[in-house]
């Protein structure tokens, strides 16, 4: 006859620890199962979109859906005041690849995508307008481009622009032509913020110190392997745009402002030119007292206004170098950013491996 000994409690309790600590496992598996990380996320920023919300559900889900890949749909309500939270209420109850990321206040266009790409969980992110001047179905070209090429950007290029007013398509060609001056020729002529990025481009966004960097001058800023999909614009779905002139003329602003000091600058060059345009001046005030054209007194004053002037203009200039500096020490963004070294890269015993796209990218500010 056997004698089954009684449990002691301390072996109790371990029982029932690894009883629980293996239901838990089995949860978090069937949960993975169940729900994977996405390969996918599509991030749309809205305001008051109710009237498109219906045809942008139906034409974007159809797109995902055919991908037959683990994808979520990260919609930002940026503080909508119509019926367009209810409206995603709704759409959620049928579709549960839908997020609702909802911000307490509109705090604008840009707030509300970089909060949208910072809490995507894809592997890729596409971040896309709701009103449907965007087709969803060049989201499955920038998939495929990013993956066949190895690219970590994918910029939607538009090809045709015959649905804007002509006043529209001249000011966003000079809004380009300036910010491919002051950032460089790698920022892409037509390109809004309908764009491809990959996970280590949404790492390296979240490394930079900036509460509001505008992503389509930040973006290529970063340097990183890109490529553009060229489409056709579209008239908008429905409801009125949300970017009429008044914020178009901020978005400018905010991009100059936040990226280049050169408006501190233009006080410099003022001061430089009032300073030989005041020595010529001079020149031509001796000239004219010297053969007795001028009134007594009026020569020293004119030169000493002009004198005064220039260099008041100078100081200012010098002022606003200074504090160019001082503004683009704040921004706190690095001076550079690390692709790869060879010291710390797994993949240095095998060159001639393919890159993985979405790799970990090392930003400076990072190794201090």
């Not at 620890?17 to 293996?22: I, M």
């Not at 949208?116 to 920038?142: C, F, H, K, N, W």
């Not at 005030?285 to 004053?301: E, Q, Y």
């Not at 000493?304 to 500096?325: H, S, T």
Request: with cysteine; net charge positive; aromatic share 6%.
């Amino acid at each position: 006859m056997r004698v089954v000994a009684p449990l002691g409690p301390a072996t109790r309790i371990r029982l029932v620890a690894f009883a629980s600590s293996t239901g838990g496992a089995g949860e978090q598996g069937a949960s993975a199962v169940t729900r994977p990380e996405p390969v996918l996320s599509v991030v749309v920023p809205m305001y008051n979109e109710e009237s498109v919300l219906p045809a942008l559900a139906r034409r974007l889900r159809v797109v995902l859906d055919d991908l037959a890949e683990a994808y979520e749909v990260v919609a930002v309500d940026d503080g909508s005041d119509d019926g367009t939270p209810a409206a995603l209420t709704a759409l959620r109850a049928g579709w549960p690849e839908l997020r609702v990321v909802r911000l307490r206040r509109n705090s604008g266009h840009q707030p509300a995508l970089v909060a949208g790409v910072l809490r995507a969980r894809g592997r890729y992110v596409v971040s896309i307008d709701a009103d449907l001047q965007d087709p969803p179905e060049t989201i499955v070209e920038m998939l495929r481009a990013a993956r066949a090429d190895g690219l970590d950007v994918v910029y939607g290029v538009r090809a045709d622009r015959s649905t804007d007013s002509p006043f529209k398509r001249w000011t966003a060609a000079g809004y380009y032509r300036l910010m491919r001056r002051l950032v460089g020729k790698q920022v892409p002529a037509q390109a809004g913020d309908f764009r491809l990025l990959s996970r280590a481009v949404v790492e390296a966004l979240r490394e930079l110190p900036e509460p509001a960097p505008v992503l389509r001058l930040v973006v290529p800023w970063l340097g990183f392997p890109s490529g553009e999909v060229a489409y056709h614009r579209h008239r908008r779905a429905a409801g009125q745009t949300k970017y009429p002139l008044s914020r178009m003329a901020g978005l400018a602003a905010q991009s100059v402002t936040s990226f280049s000091a050169a408006p501190l600058r233009f006080a410099t060059w003022l001061g430089l030119a009032g300073v030989v345009v005041c020595g010529l001046l001079v020149v031509l005030t001796v000239v004219a007292w010297s053969v007795g054209a001028t009134v007594d007194g009026w020569p020293s004053l004119y030169v000493a206004i002009l004198f005064l002037g220039a260099v008041q203009l100078l100081c200012l200039g010098l002022l606003g170098e200074y504090v160019g500096r001082i503004y683009t020490v704040v921004q706190g963004r690095p001076a550079y950013v690390v692709a790869d070294d060879t010291a710390t890269d797994r993949e240095t015993a095998d060159p001639a491996a393919p890159r993985e796209v979405g790799g970990p990218t090392v930003l400076a500010d990072s190794l201090r």
